[in-house]
């Protein structure tokens, strides 16, 4: 299977909904081919949900989505036993979770009991209910979106389920030629509808195989490890990345790699990725003054290339 056709096909047809966001789109694809889950946060209003309905339609998976609000509850996602007379028996009857692509809108509108329902989801690729263990469909991916923790009715995401996502992207308000085509009348989210499947489940796996697939040299490995040890060196970070966050960051480079044509990791592709992997998991010292993308940037530039 050729990668660079069918990708850029997906490229490009994302790009015909979310308009002026070509980096972030890019970042999306790097995501889902990487085999990881997604967090979008950005204000209300500026195109979240439509991006991630989006990517539902143009990968061709089983689409379900679950607007997050106070009082949901764990087994609204997840699932139920109920007893059914007829059977005289327990019956389990699955939730929005058990689907390829769920897309989890708002997620920190929800309680800290509900978001970590999709723990073992987004991890183990199963729920546990009653004792017994549910495997999800093949593939599944989370695509959640996430409102400003300074909104009203938000809850912050434990630590433990922010580094079940691969990368966390934010969209910004849309450019001057975009916004206008907005006001025209010309929204993005009519065309939906229109959007067409362009790769099926084992096409998708087949292009993930390829990521994995992709040479990263023991001189690639030596600078990933030293952008790891420099988030652990008490410098930039309170605590460093963790192993886990490290197969991430080295997977997803690896998924930039494929995007851009080539067979092998090349230190842009790193570079490219890394805020959007890692800024999420890490909270910057306390002498910083900068948040975490910029305390990111700051490390990135003061890593040299060995």
Not at 165 to 171: A, D, P, Y
Request: hydrophobic share 45%.
């Amino acid at each position: 299977m050729q990668a660079q056709p069918h990708i850029q096909s997906l490229l490009n047809q994302l790009n015909t909904v979310i308009v002026g966001k070509t980096a972030q789109v890019q970042d999306c694809v790097a995501c889902l081919l990487a085999g990881g889950h997604l967090l979008i946060e950005d204000v209300p209003g500026v195109g979240k949900t439509t991006l991630a309905h989006a990517l539902a339609h143009t990968f061709g998976l089983q689409f379900s989505r679950v607007q997050f609000t106070a009082d949901l509850m764990p087994s609204d996602l997840t699932g139920v036993s109920i007893y059914e007379r007829g059977q005289e028996n327990f019956v389990f009857h699955p939730g929005p979770v058990f689907t390829q692509l769920l897309l989890a809108d708002e997620i920190n509108r929800a309680s800290p009991k509900t978001q970590s329902a999709l723990l073992e989801a987004m991890e183990e690729k199963q729920v546990s209910i009653e004792g017994r263990s549910h495997r999800l469909p093949q593939p599944f991916f989370v695509i959640a979106t996430q409102n400003p923790l300074d909104q009203l009715g938000t809850y912050a995401l434990p630590e433990s389920q922010l580094d079940r996502f691969l990368m966390r992207i934010s969209l910004g308000y849309p450019d001057r030629a975009a916004e206008r085509e907005l006001l025209r009348g010309n929204g993005r989210r009519d065309l939906l509808d229109s959007l067409q499947p362009l790769i099926d489940a084992e096409q998708l796996a087949q292009l993930q195989a390829q990521v994995l697939a992709v040479h990263a040299s023991d001189a690639l490995l030596n600078y990933v490890q030293d952008l790891i040890d420099a988030t652990r060196s008490g410098r930039w970070f309170v605590q460093g990345l963790s192993p886990r966050a490290g197969i991430g960051l080295l997977r997803a480079a690896k998924a930039q790699a494929l995007i851009s044509g080539r067979d092998y990791v090349a230190p842009d592709d790193v570079q490219a990725i890394l805020a959007q992997t890692v800024a999420h998991r890490l909270v910057p010292a306390i002498h910083a003054g900068r948040g975490a993308l910029e305390q990111v940037r700051a490390m990135l530039d003061a890593t040299p290339l060995a």
